[in-house]
């Protein structure tokens, strides 16, 4: 673990085992910390918020740049390492080392653009001035998802702002999250601005982050159900909160759409990641106009996708994180064909030959999925695309909006008007309006309902480290 400027072991001294999904292999050893570690951390972090909210914006953007400069020269890296690690092709890892870097570069360039107000006040003797400033100790809570990207999306902001930060790992990713502390080490940033806690049990550090009085904001990625229980926690304790959480993608088909190139980009868009992704698509609706093109395509596309070991040339689909992922999605395909679901390709594990020591599941094209179907409700978090036929072009909308969730939302269609109206009318943090990548550093992340609070990226990002003070002159 990374604390206080020094690389330490829990103080417990135990250890956990991380392994590699796609052949069960142990790739190293990482500290199994406490709630010891965790309050060393916040304590460093506290000491440390005392300086660096201090230092000027451009001490800190020069900081932030040479952390992006370092995680540019060593992308090939750990490129690699996040394959080996969490199981995405390497050209996947790649993609996403970069979209993790850009973080620290908009970041490093946001930390001057924070400003005030001066305001008029209808006292003639008064002024108002407005100032922001940084929260505070910032905890942060990542997943092994985007085991790079997640951090660098709250630490690229929290540090802009001048807070100081305790991260705690993902348990399976906890060798990705040591390699950018290397980075944000080497990069010179002063001992006790960034932490790093791993964990195999997260429970006692989460309980540190929600209750300890030094810990002025929690920001987590996650489940909605560990994300919404410690904002709870967290809430109780006054903390500022921002937690980014599951999702369940409508893509809606309009009747005016090319369906192959609809099919297309959610044959590109479904596979990102294994399928892995809070704003991966989970419902696909199509119109009845364009299905038989669109399912054509599909199946085609879905059926070229190859599974196997990320570091593999060729591959699309790496193995899920582990047994439960592949158990859960075997649930919810196995519910589906149950109930009626058409299953042109796919619809098993792998566990034959090379997949035997690996996570594995097939990339599967569900059809005829209704909503009376698990799937159609619950996350699915794995390589399974379940189209919907529709007919009624009125009502699709309020079927897409048919979910707790609300993260991301995509549509196609060449109609201008059909285009604003989704876009307004689809209660989603996130729409992609012909488009299946609309995440970036510059761009606010986010979701509605139970897809979480705040949001990551662009000038919302900042917003959430830092606190607004009104200031009241008498002149
Ligand atoms: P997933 O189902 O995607 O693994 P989780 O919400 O379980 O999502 O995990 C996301 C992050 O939350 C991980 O870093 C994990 O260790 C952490 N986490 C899980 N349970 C708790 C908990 N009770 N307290 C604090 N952190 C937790």
Redesign the pocket.
């Known amino acids: 673990m990374y604390i206080n400027g020094a690389w330490v072991d829990a103080q417990s001294g135990e250890t956990f085992e991380v392994t590699n999904p796609a052949n069960g292999e142990v790739i190293g050893h990482m500290p199994a910390g406490g709630a010891p570690d965790a309050e060393a951390a916040v304590e460093a972090a506290h000491q440390a918020f005392k300086t660096w909210s201090n230092t000027t914006a451009y001490q800190r953007a020069d900081l932030l740049y040479r952390a992006w400069q370092l995680m540019t020269e060593r992308a090939g890296d750990l490129a690699q390492l996040m394959t080996t690690e969490q199981g995405k092709p390497l050209r996947a890892s790649r993609n996403e080392v970069n979209y993790g870097a850009d973080f620290l570069r908009w970041y490093a360039e946001e930390a001057k653009r924070v400003a005030g107000e001066w305001l008029p006040s209808s006292r003639a003797d008064q002024r108002f001035l407005v100032l922001k400033q940084p929260v505070g100790v910032v905890a942060a ?5 985007y085991p790079i990207s997640m951090l660098t999306r709250k630490m690229g902001p929290a540090l802009a702002a001048g807070c100081t930060l305790v991260l ?5 990713t906890p060798l990705c999250a040591k390699a950018i502390f290397e980075i944000f080490h080497d990069a010179g940033f002063p001992p006790g601005v960034v932490n790093l806690v791993t ?1 195999l ?7 540190v ?2 209750s300890d009085p030094r810990v002025a904001k929690l920001t ?8 919404s ?2 904002a709870g926690q967290a809430a109780g304790n006054l903390k500022r909160v921002s937690v980014e ?2 999702g369940h993608a409508p893509f809606i088909v309009f009747p005016d759409a090319d369906p192959v190139h609809a099919a297309k980009g959610a044959a590109a868009l479904k596979f990102l990641n294994s399928g ?1 992704a809070c704003i991966s698509p989970n419902r696909l609706y199509v119109h009845t106009s364009g299905a038989d093109a669109f399912i054509a395509t599909l199946t085609e596309r879905v059926g070229k996708v190859k599974a196997g070991n990320g570091m593999s040339e060729g591959v699309g689909v790496g193995p899920l ?1 582990n047994e439960a ?1 592949v158990a859960k999605v075997a649930r919810q395909v196995d519910d589906a064909r149950d109930k009626g679901a058409a299953i042109p390709v796919g619809g098993s594990r792998l566990s034959d030959g090379d997949f035997a020591a690996g996570h594995f599941y097939a990339p599967t094209l569900v059809t005829g999925v209704t909503d009376d179907m698990v799937i159609y409700r619950e996350e699915t ?1 794995g390589p399974v695309a379940p189209v919907i036929v529709y007919d009624d072009v009125d009502s699709v909308l309020d079927q897409a909006n048919d979910t707790h969730y609300g993260l991301a939302a995509y549509v196609y269609t060449q109609n201008i008007n059909t285009a604003f109206r989704a876009f307004e009318g689809l209660r989603f943090g996130i729409v992609g309006i012909n488009d299946v990548n609309p995440t970036s550093a510059s761009a606010p992340f986010g979701g509605m309902g139970d897809s979480g609070l705040g949001r990551e990226g662009g000038h919302e990002g900042i917003a959430e480290y830092l606190e607004v003070k009104l200031g009241g002159f008498s002149i």
């Open positions: 809570i990542t997943p092994w998802n705690k790992a993902a348990e399976a964990a049990d997260p429970k006692p550090i989460g309980e982050f929600t987590f990625t996650g489940s909605t159900a560990v994300g229980m410690l959480l599951g892995q994180v992922a978090f």
